[in-house]
């Protein structure tokens, strides 16, 4: 019984570690895409789109990325940094299955629901 609990509690501070790993990875890439975002932005001197055109989809950003338009690279940024603590709430529903809680499965699982919901409610409200 022992080495079982034992076993479950490494793997959950492995899955914590995971997390952790997560939210650092993701807020240090979305900065330096953030940075060379405005990089771009001082050495153009503009966004690289005219004046009240902004790239509102992610395929519109991506294609402002691939053409390096800072407002889009800038915007890629943004998009990572919200998906970081979207992505550690998914991992999160694993990490309570591994511990068999359902009762935290659930309730991550709608918060995860929740987010997904708003995302696309504030991706229609353009």
Known sequence: MDKQKSTKQEEMHQVEM?????????????????????VLMLIEGNGGYPNGVEPHSFATIWAGVISLKPY?????????????PTLRVAVSIYAFAVEKDRLYVWITTIVLVI?????????LGN
């Open 18 to 38: 995971m997390i952790g790993y997560i939210l650092r990875i993701g807020v240090m890439v979305s900065a330096i895409v953030l940075v060379i975002g405005m």
């Open 72 to 84: 889009a690279v800038i915007m890629l940024g943004l998009f990572l940094l919200i998906l970081t």
């Open 115 to 123: 987010l997904i919901i708003a995302s696309i409610i504030g991706y």
